[in-house]
């Protein structure tokens, strides 16, 4: 006991007053050198917003200067797009009316000749209604030894490499493809697309060079900024379908063009407005701000300088267009312009020996929050698993409690012999055969989830017709449907040809398509269900006209348990397994499911499986 007491008191005396004592003082320490470097801190941190605003001016100033200076030297016309400062998002030219799209096609329209013309509907002919596709080639030769114009002689190219690729002559379209992709990037059709574009998605599409079509597609990005926003959706479009990793890069530096392009449509409208004040600062425009600037110098006119000010920003700062409780108001020089300083950013002379002391509390407390939001992010995965299946079981319940409900209520009036009309009875049981149809496709979901969760899932694939199949579905789906009041209108191309599938697998992704147009069409009664070929796909497609997905939602659709929330989907019951089991029965078959929609307007799911070669001339 007596040893007990003496290494207490050792203990205290030796290590817990020392640390106390060491801890007081150093806590002292730190709140003195604290409170004097926040006596000091506002003004270092003015002096360091004044410093980057020298710096800002300075950095403008050059670029404004070292731009005029390459354009007179070179002589060039002043045209929005890449110039050789890269924080300079365009340099464009003022007209009287303002500000000018640079992307506005003001070409004099050309008439073609009456042997081009004459060639050209000879070829279409030939191609369409004939089904000659050699002669349509012959034509198509002819015609573009007529063609006076650029737009003619790449429009011309376009329709030869089309009819060779239905004569199955795929080395001269790849050449015909190549040759467009090498001469038609500025030759546009009516609606300013240009043909190049037209090229490369074929030559995608059709699986002819897909290298060769992205490198186009990245080349036009780095080389063009500003250009229509169609074009730039559709090369977006493109190298997503894509799927490389170089067209992932690039599609980050689309999605920047998007933006831009946005922005200076807004700009283009708003100018007016704001050419005043550009005239005598630097104004901030937009929510990440560009910089514009108006300036002229001899022998150039009035030029528009936009330059990002993500780039162009002095380290440790942003730039924004917001007043926000920490940034701080540039007003020589500049209009609308808020400045931002690190918050972790520290001043010389904060602190000298404090700064060891606090790293390491700071590295203690950085351990602490890791571990904290470890636990943390493990027990919300666990809650968020949990809720999955407590929502899934309460779906399935919901959606099973419903048919047996129908089905029971039914079958006992028929039991009880409450109606003896035949009409009613012959009703009666139409709808407890739906409603067990309706129970036996919820619960071959489930089953068939479970078995793709497993890797158990087969297929059976043997030649199959898909408009019977889509038929099938179709009859199937006749009576709920009608009983709901909604019309389905058919559509289904017999030309197609058999293909190696599992019918029964089809039929039910068509069926829980169908099920899914119902469930969310609201208000609207009308879907149509169509079965057609598109480049060189078997495409079903289901289509209502109900509320519609965000895009948001869009990519997300096709995952397990996942249901789109919102006021309107509530209410409405579902597993959010239908389209997860769509999407494997699709790629299973060598094929895809995507969806358009428009929120309010519709929704459009299409499955495409990929016709054989041998099958699709």
């Not at 207490?8 to 002292?28: E, Q």
């Not at 410093?51 to 070292?66: C, G, K, N, S, V």
């Not at 030559?203 to 990005?221: G, M």
């Not at 007003?331 to 700064?355: C, H």
Request: proline fraction near 5%.
């Amino acid at each position: 006991m007596d040893r007990r007491k003496r290494q207490f008191w050792l203990f205290l005396v030796a290590i817990v007053l020392p640390a106390a004592s060491l801890s007081f003082l150093t806590f002292r320490y730190l709140r003195q050198d604290e409170e004097l470097a926040r006596q000091r801190e506002p003004e270092q941190r003015r002096e360091a917003v004044e410093q980057a605003r020298r710096e800002l001016e300075a950095r403008l100033e050059t670029i404004r200067l070292q731009e005029i200076n390459r354009r007179v030297t070179e002589l060039e016309s002043p045209t929005a797009g890449r110039s050789a400062d890269s924080s300079i998002v365009f340099v464009t030219q003022l007209g009287r009316e303002g500000l000018a799209l640079p992307w506005e096609n003001h070409r004099n329209p050309t008439y073609p000749s009456p042997r081009f013309a004459l060639n050209k509907d000879a070829g279409e002919i030939r191609e369409f209604q004939s089904k000659d596709f050699n002669g349509a080639a012959a034509a198509y030769r002819l015609a573009l030894a007529e063609a006076r114009q650029p737009e003619e002689d790449c429009e011309l190219r376009l329709s030869l490499g089309r009819v060779l690729v239905k004569a199955e002559m795929q080395e001269a379209a790849l050449e015909t493809y190549r040759h467009i992709l090498r001469v038609c990037s500025q030759a546009m059709d009516d609606v300013g697309m240009p043909f190049a574009l037209y090229a490369a998605d074929r030559l995608i599409a059709l699986k002819l060079d897909i290298p060769l079509a992205e490198d186009y597609l990245i080349r036009q990005i780095h080389t063009e900024r500003l250009r229509r926003l169609p074009q730039t959706y559709m090369i977006r479009t493109l190298l997503e379908s894509t799927g490389s990793s170089a067209a992932n890069r690039a599609l980050v530096e689309v999605a920047e063009q998007i933006a831009d392009l946005q922005q200076f449509q807004t700009l283009a409208k708003e100018f007016q407005r704001v050419q005043p004040l550009a005239e005598k600062k630097w104004v901030a425009y937009g929510e990440e701000p560009w910089l514009l600037k108006v300036t002229a110098a001899d022998p150039l006119p009035p030029l528009l300088f936009a330059v990002s000010s993500r780039k162009v920003a002095p380290p440790g700062t942003k730039l924004t267009s917001v007043k926000t409780a920490r940034s701080y108001t540039l007003s020589e020089g500049f209009a609308d312009l808020e400045i931002e300083l690190d918050p972790n950013r520290s001043f010389p002379g904060n602190r000298a020996p404090a700064a060891l002391i606090a790293g390491g509390i700071g590295v203690i407390l950085l351990l602490t929050i890791l571990s904290g939001y470890l636990f943390l992010h493990g027990v919300n995965r666990d809650l968020h698993v949990a809720e999955m299946r407590s929502h899934f079981v309460a779906s399935v319940s919901h959606e099973l409690k419903t048919p047996l409900t129908a089905i029971r209520m039914f079958a006992e009036t028929l039991a009880l012999g409450r109606t003896r009309d035949e009409a009613a009875r012959s009703e009666y049981l139409e709808t407890i055969v739906d409603e067990s149809e309706r129970l036996a496709r919820l619960v071959d979901n489930v089953l068939d989830f479970s078995k793709i969760e497993q890797g158990k899932k087969i297929y059976r694939m043997r030649p199959t017709a898909l408009p019977d199949v889509v038929r099938s579905a179709a009859r199937a789906m006749r009576y709920p449907l009608s009983q709901q009041g909604f019309d389905l209108n058919v559509s289904i191309d017999d030309r197609l040809p058999a293909l190696s599938a599992d019918p029964d697998a089809l039929e039910q992704a068509i069926l829980n398509l169908l099920s899914n147009a119902m469930k969310y069409s609201k208000a609207s009664k009308q879907i149509d269900l169509s079965c057609s070929r598109y480049n060189g796909d078997a495409v079903i497609a289901v289509t209502d006209h109900g509320i519609g997905i965000a895009s948001s939602d869009q990519p997300r659709i096709f995952e397990k348990f996942y249901r789109v929330r919102s006021a309107e989907t509530d209410l409405i019951a579902g597993t959010g397994l239908g389209l997860t089991l769509v999407k494997h029965i699709a790629q299973s078959h060598g094929g895809s499911v995507d969806v358009q929609s428009i929120p309010g307007h519709g929704s459009t799911f299409s499955i495409r499986i990929p016709v054989p070669p041998e099958d699709s001339a």
